[in-house]
């Protein structure tokens, strides 16, 4: 027992000095160690999109594993349940990847079109409106006047720089080819995950299990049993009100007579995938699609949107993801903001359900620590 004392007081020191080195190099070489840490997550990342893409598909897995002859005991059934299941959640991704091709985008695309055809006039009849109420704005009447451009110069301009911004001196062919490569490989990964699973959860299991304190290994397995639940629930809250809030709009815009209604509909619904902002976001892409034909209609869309934003918000929300995400709105905000200053759409898109796993396993270490203090008293 004293020796066991006498090597913690030793091997405490020693660790100490080790992590203090390494963070002493981490800081002395950031820029190579920066450097380093993308080629390796440029490495495994088809291998880290594949993992996501099986993860995704897991939960469509869990649904039809509920609903497909559960308690069949039938033998055919038994030994094809596995297959049959990972290939219908297949199918409802490729149903679904094709009506965003048949549906959403080609209307995502006919309303930038629209937007595109449009906004010369809209801009060339703002100038006019300016110059005859300079003394309303005079800044902003000194600032357009600066660019001397009309609309479809413009236009062309931003053209240009997004062409600029997108693909600069990089080759398009060998980044579009190189983009496919990897999500053909994160794809194949993906689907092996999925047929063996079991085997790759039982060897992670057996590896926690030998180089594991039970302790942490516990803490580990809650964490991802929270991290779990919110990213799953996250997803299919976020699909299911994404669809609902399109199907809302667009009959709302038709019985209302807003124009471009099976356009600006589906838009709104598949930026909905955005939380909190996207719906908005599609909203203010209508809102100049409908200035261009009528303003007084524009503003009444503009009311429509809030009212079916507060409905949506306050009733359809609710029910449809509950309390299962767990995150107050400032927070949701909060990750947001966060996630994409850091990592963009994908953060935008991941922050939220990285969020609310933070948050939960905070509030459960709370709640435990609050609790033994208690007991202590």
């Known amino acids: 027992m004293n020796r066991r004392v006498e090597h913690t007081k030793l091997h405490n020191p020693v660790k100490l000095i080790i992590w203090a080195g390494v963070i002493l190099l981490v800081v002395l070489n950031f ?81 930038t079109r629209l937007l595109i055809a449009g906004f010369p006039a809209m801009y060339d009849n703002f100038l006019i409106w300016l110059h005859r109420n300079a003394d309303l704005l005079p800044g902003l009447k000194q600032q357009i006047t600066a660019l001397n451009m009309d609309g479809e110069t413009l236009i062309k301009k931003g053209f240009t720089l997004i062409s600029n911004w997108a693909f600069g001196t990089v080759s398009l062919i060998g980044s579009v080819f190189s983009k496919l490569t990897n999500y053909l490989i994160a794809i194949i990964f993906g689907v092996y995950l999925l047929f063996g699973k079991e085997q790759v959860k039982s060897n992670f299991s057996k590896l926690f299990d030998t180089y594991m304190r039970p302790q942490r290994r516990e803490k580990l397995y809650e964490g991802l049993r929270t991290a779990d639940e919110a990213f799953s629930s996250y997803i299919i809250g976020q ?139």
């Not at 048949?102 to 995502?108: A, D, E, N, T």
Request: hydrophobic letters at 55%; glycine letters at 12%.
């Open 31 to 111: 820029s190579g160690v920066v450097t380093l840490c993308r080629q390796i997550f440029g490495v495994f990342y088809p291998l880290l999109l594949g993992a996501a893409i099986a993860y995704v598909l897991n939960i469509l897995v869990a649904g039809y594993d509920k609903i497909y002859f559960p308690e069949s005991r039938n033998r055919f059934i038994k030994s094809t349940r596995k297959g049959t299941i990972i290939i219908l959640a297949l199918l409802t991704v490729v149903l679904i990847l094709a009506l965003l091709l048949r549906v959403i985008i080609p209307q995502f695309i006919e309303s």
């Open 239 to 377: 699909f299911k009100e994404a669809v609902i809030l399109g199907v809302l709009c667009t009959l709302g815009m038709m019985i209302f007579g807003f124009p471009y209604a099976s356009t600006i509909g589906p838009v709104i619904g598949f930026t909905a995938l955005i939380p909190l902002v996207g719906a908005y976001i599609g909203a203010g892409l209508g809102f100049l699609l409908i200035v261009m034909v009528d303003p007084v209609k524009a503003l009444g869309f503009i009311v429509f949107i809030i009212v079916l934003q507060q409905i949506e918000g306050n009733l359809i929300y609710p029910k449809v993801v509950g309390d299962t995400i767990g995150l107050p709105g400032i927070w949701v905000f909060a990750a947001i903001i966060v996630g994409g200053g850091l990592l963009g759409i994908a953060g935008i898109l991941l922050g939220v359900p990285v969020a609310a796993t933070i948050y939960k396993l905070l509030a459960k270490d709370v709640q435990n620590r609050d609790r033994l203090v208690r007991s202590e008293e």
